[in-house]
């Protein structure tokens, strides 16, 4: 096995195990938080099915944002819609045979790339261009957008321009997952988008990407208005009520 | 102290977004809690030697008990969607108005202190250090936020940030850099029941007083009773409504409504303030304190139902918190829950808002009304931001938008609306909510109402807007002493029930002789 295949696989087992530990520990985090005060943004749902249906069209259409800025919103659901139809895509490097609906997705995942990077490059050019934005970026803000930039340029150069030996790819990514540690094919496009992709999975859940799951447990979302028909009391906040 | 002089923003035909200018609002300093005020509170009067470990700790205590603020800190993207929704920002184009920049400066100690990469790499993802000049600047700013919830309607992740802003006073207040104004008011009411820190005599002169000019003025013996055991409502209003204008027109009108309704009332002397800062503060126990007095005034005179009169923040409490911190509502099956809900009328919603009740009582026809006595004015509606945004009224959401709209139009025939992006959930706050309402923050208060103004402007210059229809104490209060500097007259500022009062129509008893 080559230095550049253990590096590789390496990497993707570490990045993996802190993606998903790291996930698993911030959900466990917010779920065990907890909140004492019914905070919804009225007008709210007031009953549950409401809140589901609610929070649907805050992760499908991003509802709020689209209330709040068509500039952001268009270039923000264009990146992370792009993204999802790339990502459902790449499934067919890791399921064999390949799933019927990947074999469908395929094609629009090819040119959903294009979506993806024009969204990410016009949420970069905001940063830039408008003062109130640069005002609150960090160096990491910028360097988010160029990461994904560069994971979404990489693969639509192997995918567009200079194709890459995706059945090697396939073969490498199978044998991690069946522990079974096949050479990594040695491009220096793929290398660097896989590279990419790594570093970008084992910050997700120590970075703003935290965003995602965030969402799920945002109090002023996920909440029904219903504080006066049911008694919404934390354990914490409970033990006031024996003193008295 | 004299507070530094200032120019009135510009009013200009739209609401426009203005170029950044930096450090513009960075000499605001509310006056400090003196250390009277702070004993009484629990909090240290000045910053010990400790002090940064104490608000370390502070912050370590909320992120564990508070979801929405660990959420709330890790999940930003800094997209900018909320950066021109703030009052305060369009007022003064300080960028540390901005919302998200608002919320950064704890979020930047919170990632140096509780993150792996702010510990690392501190300058890359922007955490720093806690220094005495990043606690001035908390000092500053979250007191130039008035906690009305209007960025957490754009935020794509819901980030509301009146929880940050409550948490940074929280931590203030635990290293000794209390508010004067919101931490005097907390003394007041726990110390003597109410905001304005009225005793019961001065107080009950004042109603016998209210219940004499109603009678001359309509011949009608409309009562104001207070601390009646077995009466059926127990009204929980702002003390304001005993002693401020306009405020004290709507309180007449309550008073009417019940009287034509043939509802028996009470005020309580023990819970004469429907105001509650502890929700300014974020302080879970403090805000407690002061609900757990209407709770023992309803328990203490057997009422049937509990009635809120016009204040926003106040409803916010009483709609989203009683039931939780007091037991006011329905749902709840332990003993301290219970012990309140067997004595309710279950046939009404428990804490009801007095624009429901009103509104139900001329809808069924149980009151009259003249809309005509009222067609001298053209009238607007203010959406409080607690009420839009933050509680509801009726049964449907959105019936806080429309149950005080349909009050209003039953009551006058002449209405328009404002601009919609400054209405219902985009409603932009008066300015003054949130322990912001203090001569000490005039600038501040002056500045934030440039939004409302604008937006009023343009229906007084198209439609002939004449009055401004509140359902709020601060916003009566913050209106009256700032729109004059816009030009506006304070006369045109009221309570919808003053206009209620204005168009009732009471029975007048027969002469005797």
Redesign the interface.
């Known amino acids: 096995m080559s230095t550049v295949t253990m590096i590789y696989a390496g990497m993707f087992y570490i990045a993996t195990l802190l993606l998903v530990v790291g996930l698993v520990y911030k959900i466990f985090d917010y779920s065990r938080t907890p909140a004492p005060l019914l905070i919804p943004t009225t007008p709210a749902p007031t009953t549950q099915k409401g809140v589901v249906y609610r929070m649907a069209k805050e992760v499908v259409l991003f509802e709020s944002l689209f209330k709040s800025n068509k500039w952001i919103w268009a270039f923000g659901w264009l990146f992370h819609f792009g993204l999802f139809l790339v990502l459902a895509r790449h499934l067919r490097y890791f399921t064999q045979p390949v799933w019927f609906w990947v074999d469908i997705v395929q094609p629009f995942g090819k040119y959903a790339s294009i979506m993806m990077v024009l969204g990410l490059a016009g949420l970069l050019a905001r940063r830039f261009v408008v003062d109130r934005v640069r005002y609150i970026s960090t160096p990491s803000d910028y360097l988010m957008l160029v990461l994904l930039l560069g994971i979404g340029l990489s693969g639509m150069l192997m995918t567009f321009v200079a194709h890459t030996d995706i059945i090697s790819l396939k073969e490498f990514i199978m044998g991690l997952m069946y522990f079974d540690v096949q050479p990594v094919p040695q491009d220096p496009i793929l290398l660097a988008h896989l590279a990419m992709v790594a570093l970008l999975m084992a910050i997700f859940p120590i970075s703003k990407l935290l965003h995602a799951p965030g969402l799920f447990f945002s109090p002023t979302r996920n909440q029904a208005d219903n504080p006066r028909e049911h008694r919404h009391v934390a354990a914490w906040a409970a033990r006031l009520d024996q003193n008295n | 102290m004299a507070v530094a002089e200032f120019d009135v923003p510009e009013m200009k035909d739209d609401i426009e977004?203005p170029?950044?200018r930096?450090g513009t609002m960075s000499h605001v300093k509310s006056f400090l809690a003196p250390k009277p005020v702070q004993d009484f509170m629990g909090y240290p009067h000045e910053l010990g030697e400790d002090w940064k470990e104490r608000a370390i700790d502070k912050m370590g205590d909320l992120?564990?008990?508070?979801?929405?603020l660990?959420?709330?800190l890790?999940?930003?993207?800094?997209?900018?969607?909320?950066?021109?929704?703030c009052h305060y920002f369009l007022g003064t184009a300080d960028?540390k108005n901005?919302p998200?920049?608002r919320q950064?400066l704890m979020r930047q100690v919170y990632r140096r202190y509780f993150?792996?990469?702010g510990k690392l790499f501190p300058?890359?993802?922007?955490a720093k250090d806690l220094t005495k000049e990043i606690l001035d600047d908390w000092y500053s700013y979250y007191h130039q936020c008035s906690e009305c919830?209007r960025c957490?309607?754009?935020?794509?992740?819901?980030?509301?940030t009146a929880?940050i802003t409550m948490a940074g006073r929280e931590i203030l207040n635990h290293v000794g850099m209390g508010q004067k104004y919101s931490n005097e008011i907390l003394g007041k009411v726990q110390k003597i029941g109410n905001n304005l820190g009225l005793p019961g005599p001065a107080l009950l002169d004042t109603l016998e007083g209210l219940e004499e000019d109603i009678e001359a003025d309509t011949g009608v013996p409309v009562k104001m009773p207070i601390d009646v055991k077995g009466a059926e409502v127990l009204l929980i209003t702002p003390s304001a409504d005993f002693f401020s204008e306009p405020h004290v027109e709507s309180l007449i009108g309550y008073a009417k409504v019940f009287h034509a309704a043939g509802i028996s009332w009470t005020l309580s002397t023990h819970a004469a303030e429907a105001g509650n800062f502890g929700l300014f503060n974020g302080n879970?126990?403090t805000m407690?304190k002061v609900a757990?007095r209407i709770r023992d005034a309803a328990l203490e005179l057997g009422v049937k139902r509990i009635v809120v009169g016009e204040c926003g923040h106040a409803w916010r409490v009483a709609?989203?918190?009683w039931?939780?911190l007091t037991?006011i509502?329905?749902?709840?099956?332990?003993p301290?829950?219970i012990e309140l809900q067997k004595q309710l009328d279950p046939a009404y919603?428990?804490?009801q808002h007095i624009c429901e009740l009103t509104n139900d009582l001329i809808k069924s026809g149980k009151v009259k009304v003249d809309p005509s006595l009222n067609d001298d004015l053209v009238v607007t509606y203010h959406d409080s931001c607690n009420v839009?945004?933050?509680?509801?009224m009726g049964?449907?959401?959105?019936g806080?938008?429309t149950i005080p709209r349909e009050l209003i139009k039953s009551v006058v025939n002449n209405y328009h609306d404002m601009a919609d992006d400054t209405i219902r959930?985009?409603t932009f706050c008066c300015g003054g909510g949130g322990g912001v309402l203090t001569d000490d923050l005039m600038e501040v208060r002056v500045k934030g109402a440039l939004p409302r103004a604008t937006a009023l402007n343009n229906v007084v210059k198209e439609n002939q807007v004449n009055f401004l229809a509140l359902i709020c104490a601060i916003c009566k209060a913050q209106f009256t002493k700032v729109l004059p500097k816009y030009g506006f007259d304070m006369s045109m500022v009221g309570g919808v029930h003053q206009l209620v009062s204005k168009a009732i129509k009471l029975d007048v008893p027969p002469q005797a002789d």
């Open positions: 977004v170029k950044v930096e992120l564990g008990k508070y979801r929405s660990k959420v709330f890790d999940a930003c993207v800094h997209c900018g969607a909320c950066t021109d929704k960028p901005m998200v920049a950064d993150t792996t990469p300058k890359l993802v922007g919830r957490s309607v754009f935020c794509p992740y819901g980030i509301d929880e879970y126990e407690r757990m709609y989203s918190f039931n939780t037991g509502g329905y749902g709840g099956n332990d301290f829950s919603p428990q804490p839009a945004r933050a509680s509801r049964t449907e959401p959105g806080q938008f959930e985009a």
